[in-house]
């Protein structure tokens, strides 16, 4: 059988994906489909570390965060991924899988705090290591803390899996005649305003030539087929 293309990833979640076909929240289906899909890489031998984003809780409570003080705001958004780091673990405990939640908010009670040392050794454990509350910062996002924690981390690529099966010409969503891209480069994505993932995490990417590819998790076996070096998605590289 071919090797997976890749020993260590960062695989960045969309919290919006949780939510499955529900307005708000996590659909206990699609996390359970998506930990499978995770198990599969990792009973490759794959070191996986996931970066989980925070919009399926996030978003539903925006009408109140409307007007807010934004730091606040970015506070609360960055719990929302803590609650579904947790959410996640119990998932992959579930099937046997075994991870730790390290969040860069100091929650101590509920998760350990950011260590880059110990995920590092984690990994290596065969460990799945679940980033939670983003970079710790407000005014930032997931995309960029997994652009951070996958440089940390040493890993070799950037699994964006998203709503979306690549990278488009424009929002595929408010523009359906878009075109996906097979790749692109840093510099094109980010000249061409491609809002698939934000430009922070596209320049710190390109600056450390990280590469990153963007796919979707609502289409089965997609996240191995990436694993494996096919053709799936949109590679984004220097
Ligand atoms: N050029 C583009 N190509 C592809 N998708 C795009 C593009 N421009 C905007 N998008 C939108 O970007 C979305 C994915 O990014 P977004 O940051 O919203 O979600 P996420 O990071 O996956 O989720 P979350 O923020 O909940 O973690 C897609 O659903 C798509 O509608
Ligand atoms: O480093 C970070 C990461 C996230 N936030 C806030 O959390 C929400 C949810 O994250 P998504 O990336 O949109 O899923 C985000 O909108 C920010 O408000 C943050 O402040 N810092």
């Given amino acids: ?41 990792v009973d490759l031998g794959v070191q996986v570390a996931v970066v989980i984003g925070g919009g399926n809780i996030f978003r539903g409570v925006a009408p ?14 960055m719990m929302a991924t803590v609650m579904n780091a947790l959410a996640l673990q119990d998932a992959m405990r579930r099937v ?31 460990k799945v290591v679940i980033f939670g509350a983003g970079t710790g ?6 995309d960029t803390a997994a652009a951070l924690r996958g440089m940390e981390m040493n890993a070799e690529i950037v699994l964006k899996a998203t709503k979306v099966d690549g990278v488009y010409t424009d929002d595929p969503k408010t523009h359906p005649d878009a075109m996906r891209y097979k790749s692109l480069t840093f510099d094109e994505a980010i000249m ?16 450390q030539k990280l590469p990153i590819n963007v796919f979707s998790i609502f289409k089965q076996g997609a996240l191995k087929r990436v694993v494996m070096g096919e053709d799936e998605g949109t590679l984004v590289s220097p």
């Avoid at 090797?3 to 939510?19: C, F, H, Q, T, V």
């Fill in 137 to 142: 910062n407000p005014f930032f996002t997931t």
């Fill in 1 to 41: 059988m071919a090797a997976p293309a890749y020993k260590r990833i960062l695989l960045k979640l969309s919290g919006e994906a949780l939510m499955g076909n529900d307005s708000y929240g996590i659909n206990r289906e699609t996390i359970e489909r998506i930990v499978a899909e995770v198990k599969e890489v």
């Fill in 192 to 207: 061409r305003n491609l809002k698939v993932m934000d430009a922070t995490a596209l320049t710190l990417c390109r600056d």
């Fill in 64 to 77: 109140a965060a409307a007007g807010m003080d934004r730091a606040t705001a970015d506070y609360m958004g």
């Fill in 96 to 126: 046997d899988l075994v991870s730790r939640v390290q969040s860069a908010l100091t929650i101590e009670q509920v998760a350990e705090p950011y260590i880059r040392g110990k995920a590092i050794r984690y990994l290596e454990e065969g």
